[in-house]
């Protein structure tokens, strides 16, 4: 069965330092993965997605990640924080389990990042 | 472009009342899903449709039954509302067919629903 983990609840960064939110994932196949963002009292919001290709992947807001297929492992990255970065981010993977099951994907917990001044 | 709307944003329900949570998409997207959002437990899938004329059981169904309407528009009801239902419900679209690479889901805004 195909999922993601995100080990950390919470991710604490000053402003202008770079930050790093982590993702693992377990699939059969070739890994479909994508970040999400959602700031408080909103739906989800697209960062980026992986599906092959280059293992640098560059998405919204100046956020990329980096597909790493040895650690099965796809984090969120940025060179400089915001405080406005400081949101609630979701790993995500698509479920190849089959046709019926073909368009869905399966999302990690969550974790909280906290940009401070 | 709205993208993808939901209403109501805002409901409170009593035990054993009724309500049906509507979601449409403006972007001629294949599936649409229904999840709910609990503090500390991420994102359940309840319901999808992978396309018109379809609809599947996710992660938590019991409870909830869904109806695609058309393409655009995609129901969730609760018969009858436990207090166990109180989360946000997101409703989302995705292009996403075999032929496709784009699976990203969109989002709509939610609908905070509280049962007492």
């Known amino acids: 069965a195909q999922s993601v983990a995100q080990p950390e609840d919470q991710v604490n960064v000053a402003e202008g330092n770079p930050l790093t939110v982590k993702c693992t994932y377990s699939v059969s196949g070739n890994p479909y993965l994508f970040w999400y963002v959602q700031y408080p009292n909103r739906g989800l919001q697209f960062l980026l997605k992986?599906?092959?290709?280059?293992?640098l992947v560059k998405g919204s807001y100046g956020f990329e990640a980096e597909f790493n297929k040895s650690q099965t492992s796809f984090h969120l990255k940025k060179p400089s924080a915001l405080v406005s970065d400081s949101a609630l981010y979701f790993c995500?993977?698509?479920?190849?389990?089959?046709?019926?099951?073909?368009?869905?994907?399966?999302f990690g917990s969550g974790t909280r990042l906290s940009i401070r001044p | 472009n709205a993208g993808v709307t939901q209403t109501p944003k805002f409901q409170v329900l009593k035990t054993g009342q009724s309500m049906t949570l509507q979601c449409a998409q403006d972007?001629?997207?294949?599936?649409m899903y229904w999840y709910r959002q609990d503090p500390g437990m991420g994102l359940r899938l309840i319901y999808y449709s992978a396309s018109e004329g379809t609809t599947d059981k996710g992660e938590v169904p019991n409870g909830y039954n869904v109806s695609r309407l058309n393409k655009r528009e995609f129901s969730l009801r609760l018969e009858s509302a436990a207090p166990s239902q109180t989360s946000v419900y997101f409703c989302?679209?995705?292009?996403?067919?075999?032929?496709?690479?784009?699976?990203?889901?969109?989002f709509g805004p939610g609908t905070r629903l509280t049962v007492t």
């Open positions: 989302a679209s995705s292009e996403a067919t075999l032929l496709t690479s784009t699976y990203e889901q969109y």
């Open positions: 972007m001629n997207h294949n599936s």
């Open positions: 995500a993977v698509r479920d190849m389990g089959g046709y019926s099951s073909a368009s869905k994907i399966i």
């Open positions: 992986y599906i092959t290709g280059d293992n």
